[in-house]
């Protein structure tokens, strides 16, 4: 996974605070901050009680969509 995972943008939608996803999740602050601004590896596991905080599908963070500037 890259920095394109939709984490942060889920959280903000959720209108759930940072502390409280953390706390949901079972993930520091510092982590969950570092997958929104940089993405990185997390384990499925980590994915999937995210997913499950936001309410939301773990295979949407695997589905692609055509890039917008092309193939490259």
């Known amino acids: 996974m890259?920095?394109?995972?939709p984490?942060?943008?889920w959280r903000l939608e959720s209108g759930k605070a940072p502390e409280n996803v953390c706390v949901e999740a079972e993930i520091s602050y510092p982590y969950l901050r570092q997958?929104?601004?940089k993405g990185g590896n997390p384990?499925?596991?980590v994915l999937a009680r995210l997913a499950a905080v936001y309410g939301r599908d773990l295979g949407e963070l695997f589905t692609t969509e055509p890039d917008p500037a092309g193939a490259r």
């Open 35 to 37: 997958l929104e601004d």
């Open 2 to 5: 890259q920095a394109s995972l």
């Open 43 to 45: 384990s499925a596991a």
């Open 7 to 9: 984490l942060r943008t």
